[in-house]
């Protein structure tokens, strides 16, 4: 059974692991510790760079935590351009994977709103009146009518994300 640090105390993001690793490697194939962690950046991340850094940096500090951990997994939502997205970077003694998620146009009067330094959790709760929406199905949650939540969105990102540790070619170097 794998030790897995999930630097994060979001359940959406720590279900979306969980099923990654059944998925991946059987049912009860993990234990998942979660770990509160400073991403490093603003809690609501503006463009591609600034949430991969704080998905990277969720790692790094995660290791620090718990040295002793089979894999580190960070997940960073932010905001670029017009949509929202997130980076999953994850991490074992040996590799290194990371992948974005698929991205959702938000609609103008939100934009507005996180471009004022407010954060879309924050956004959408004040819409639907679903306190903590984040830690639920989220915007994709509510945009796609349940069709596809930020779990579905991030588990899929996740099996992206592990690409690298199941296919020899990555581990394959130029001499």
């Not at 970077?89 to 290194?96: A, F, P």
């Not at 939100?110 to 471009?115: A, F, Q």
């Amino acid at each position: 059974m794998y030790h897995v640090i999930a630097a994060t105390t979001n359940p959406a993001k720590i279900n979306a692991i969980s099923e990654a690793f059944t998925e991946l490697f059987g049912p009860d194939s993990c234990r998942i510790e979660s770990v509160e962690v400073n991403s490093g950046v603003p809690n609501q991340p503006m463009g591609d760079k600034e949430t991969r850094t704080g998905a990277r940096h969720r790692v790094m500090s995660a290791r620090q935590v718990r040295p002793e951990a089979d894999f580190w997994i960070g997940i960073e939502a932010g905001i670029d351009d017009d949509m929202t997205f997130a980076w999953i970077v994850i991490e074992n003694n040996q590799c290194r994977g990371e992948a974005r998620s698929a991205s959702l146009t938000l609609p103008p009067v939100i934009l507005k709103s996180l471009y004022e330094g407010k954060e879309l959790g924050d956004e959408m709760a004040q819409l639907t009146g679903i306190s903590n929406i984040k830690q639920q199905g989220g915007a994709i949650g509510l945009f796609t009518e349940g069709r596809l939540s930020r779990t579905s969105v991030y588990q899929q990102a996740l099996l992206l994300a592990f690409v690298p540790f199941h296919n020899d070619i990555y581990q394959v170097h130029d001499k």
